[in-house]
């Protein structure tokens, strides 16, 4: 693609199917909200969890010829999002 309208059009292509990825991964971040013990802010953190998935991730994104920095700093903001929301789950689990 030569033309950068072309290539916008394309990124945004991409970004609606990652919307609709990032919404089958809230679902399953809820159900995870909801099974965990209520309340318990270490078990939504899950520090172990996080450190695990960020390294899969690099070595994935240098594999597949994404950036591990970028990756890394993608899923630690994602990450961060989804824990603010699992947590809100957690706390009104019942």
């Not at 909801?34 to 690099?58: F, I, T």
Request: aromatic share 2%; hydrophobic share 50%; glycine share 4%.
């Amino acid at each position: 693609m030569d033309d950068l309208k072309q290539v916008r059009q394309a990124i945004d292509g991409l970004d609606m199917q990652l919307i609709k990825l990032l919404a089958e991964r809230q679902k399953l971040v809820e159900q995870a909200g909801k099974l965990k013990p209520k309340n318990d802010a270490q078990a939504v953190a899950a520090p172990e969890r996080v450190a695990q998935v960020l390294a899969a991730r690099r070595l994935q994104a240098e594999a597949a010829g994404l950036s591990p920095d970028v990756a890394e700093a993608v899923w630690q903001a994602m990450i961060e999002a989804f824990i603010r929301l699992e947590t809100e789950v957690n706390k009104h689990t019942v």
